[in-house]
């Protein structure tokens, strides 16, 4: 059976966009739809206190995060505070009993 050419143009171009699509589709969750929360300056606040724990979690888009427990002189709470390897890189070190200040968006 002979194929004309227009028809493997559309064959071709269809395979394509079916393997290319996902990882548009989550370049856009993650820039502003329902992935990961753009960086809000409105919301961002400035918190000093004790870290409690120092954690290692991994996203849902696979990608290793680190977090604290941070104990405030009102609260408790969970501060995001970015991609593991990246804090690696930099030697940036954080460890529990650590007194820190965290300026960050509040989500």
Do not use: C
Not at 89 to 103: S, T
């Amino acid at each position: 059976m002979k194929i004309n050419r227009g028809l493997k143009v559309l064959l071709v171009l269809t395979v394509a966009f079916g393997v290319v699509a996902p990882f548009g589709f989550a370049q856009q969750r993650m820039a502003g739809g329902k992935g990961i929360p753009k960086y809000n300056p409105a919301t961002e606040v400035t918190v000093k206190g004790a870290v409690e724990k120092v954690t290692q979690d991994t996203s849902p888009m696979g990608w290793p995060g680190t977090h604290l427990t941070l104990k405030t002189d009102t609260d408790t709470l969970d501060v995001h505070v970015g991609p593991s390897a990246f804090l690696t890189e930099k030697k940036f070190e954080i460890a529990a009993g650590d007194q820190v200040e965290v300026i960050g968006s509040k989500i």
